[in-house]
Every structure is written in structure tokens, then in C-alpha cells.
């Protein structure tokens, strides 16, 4: 049985950052991480492939945010800086058995963790 379990969640003034945590079990060939902010939809943050090292990343938060993974931990990160008030939301881990397919189509990815809150005081 999968497992994702993110962690690191919190709150944080603007302008600061926090690293989210995802320990994920079984082999993945993708993971990403997705949020849902109050009011809107379930969105793509950014995504790796897994063993390939590239990652696709939202405009919105080029430059400010990072993803790796360590595959000794089989942990995916996610390194936020400079955070805006909009990166407010509940962060999402997800995973799927294959590279091929969009990074923004959430129904590829079959495993999703329960989520961790990020709030950003303005």
C-alpha cells in the first residue's frame, strides 16, 4: 500500500520560507506537489521526475520555489522561499508509476498524501 505523509507545514511572515516534507512509500516515477488555496482550486505547484531530476514548475512560483528528491529517504521536499501571502494554502504530496503525461493533470497521479497547511502572514 502507498504512503505519502508530508510534514513541515506551518505558519511563516512574508517574505520567509519553510521546507515541506513528503515520505513516500513504493517506486515513483513522478511526484509533485499541488495546493489548494481558500476559494480555489486544486492546483500544480511543481513536479520531478523521479531518478531523471527534471522538474516543471508553476510560473507563480519560479525562482522562489525548489523540489527535490532524496532516493536513499524516497522523501520528496519542497523548499519554499521568499513566500508570498497567495502561497497560502494546503500543500499536497502526489505520486504516479509513469513519466509520461502532464504534470498539471491531477488525475494522473493516483497517490496523494493528506495534506499539510501553509499559511503566509502578510
Known amino acids: 500500500q502507498v504512503q505519502l505523509v508530508e510534514s513541515g507545514g506551518g505558519s511563516v511572515q512574508a517574505g520567509g520560507s519553510l521546507r515541506l516534507s513528503c515520505a513516500a512509500s513504493?517506486?515513483?516515477?513522478?511526484m509533485g506537489w499541488f495546493r489548494q488555496g481558500p476559494g480555489k482550486e486544486l492546483g500544480g505547484v511543481v513536479c520531478i521526475a523521479i531518478r531523471l531530476g527534471s522538474t516543471v514548475l508553476a510560473d507563480s512560483v519560479r525562482g522562489r520555489f525548489t523540489i527535490s528528491h532524496d532516493n536513499a529517504k524516497n522523501t520528496l521536499y519542497l523548499q519554499m522561499n521568499s513566500l508570498k501571502a497567495e502561497d497560502s494554502a494546503v500543500y499536497y504530496c502526489?505520486?504516479?508509476?509513469?513519466?509520461?503525461?502532464?504534470?498539471?493533470?491531477?488525475?494522473?497521479?493516483?497517490?496523494w498524501g493528506q495534506g499539510t497547511q501553509v499559511t503566509v502572514a502578510s
Open positions: 513504493g517506486y515513483h516515477y513522478r
Open positions: 502526489a505520486a504516479r508509476g509513469t513519466y509520461a503525461g502532464s504534470c498539471s493533470v491531477l488525475t494522473t497521479f493516483p497517490y
